[in-house]
């Protein structure tokens, strides 16, 4: 009778034992990563209504003196760009509604592809000038690099226009060019443009 008791009192406590036993440790769970967007600086976007496009009035003037004036949809609130004070080059970042005008002064020719007539050529800005509401001014180099001005999309009753701030262009063997602007070596900065390029925006 006493071994019987023993028997049982063993198994009623192995029985305890098991169950006060801790569990197994649970692998931790891999957090999910959010698929939010990144900007043009590989930065996520910020998901409120500073990131989402504002509408701003604009005139644009080309190069042949028309304007056209409308809303246009701003996607970046910032431009960061360098220029030149006193021959010293310095980095600057200003906020897009601080910008009053902006010109291009400049542009330079990157070649493109030998034709059959002669060489292709790419024109894009090189120097442009920015005018703040303050009044500063600042002569940004590296064109347009930075900012979102290289091609401007204005909404006004008439529709919707796409402008541009360069031209293809094709320079002949005997000098002239396609587009019948003056004649200048292609290794030169040009300070006339085509008629249909923007020569300044303004911001109103």
């Not at 070596?185 to 925006?201: A, F, Q, S, Y």
Request: with cysteine.
């Amino acid at each position: 009778m006493q071994r019987f008791l023993f028997i049982i009192i063993l198994v009623s406590s192995i029985g305890i034992y098991s169950q006060k036993q801790p569990s197994s440790p649970k692998e931790p769970s891999v957090p999910v990563l959010g698929t939010e967007s990144l900007d043009s600086r590989g930065e996520p976007e910020q998901a409120n209504k500073d990131s989402e496009p504002k509408k701003r009035d604009i005139r644009v003037t080309l190069c042949d003196g028309r304007k056209v004036s409308g809303k246009w949809n701003e996607k970046e609130t910032e431009i960061h760009f360098t220029h030149i004070r006193d021959g010293i080059r310095y980095k600057k970042s200003i906020k897009t509604t601080e910008i009053q005008t902006v010109r291009l002064i400049s542009w330079n020719a990157e070649p493109n592809k030998q034709e059959k007539e002669g060489m292709s050529y790419k024109m894009v800005p090189s120097k442009v000038w920015i005018q703040l509401k303050s009044g500063e001014k600042f002569d940004k180099d590296k064109g347009l690099e930075g900012t979102e001005y290289s091609i401007v999309t204005v909404e006004n009753k008439n529709g919707s226009a796409t402008l541009y701030t360069l031209w293809m262009d094709l320079l002949y063997k005997d000098g002239s060019w396609y587009s019948k602007l003056e004649k200048l070596d292609p290794k030169l900065e040009r300070t006339d443009c085509h008629p249909d390029v923007i020569r300044e925006i303004q911001f109103e």
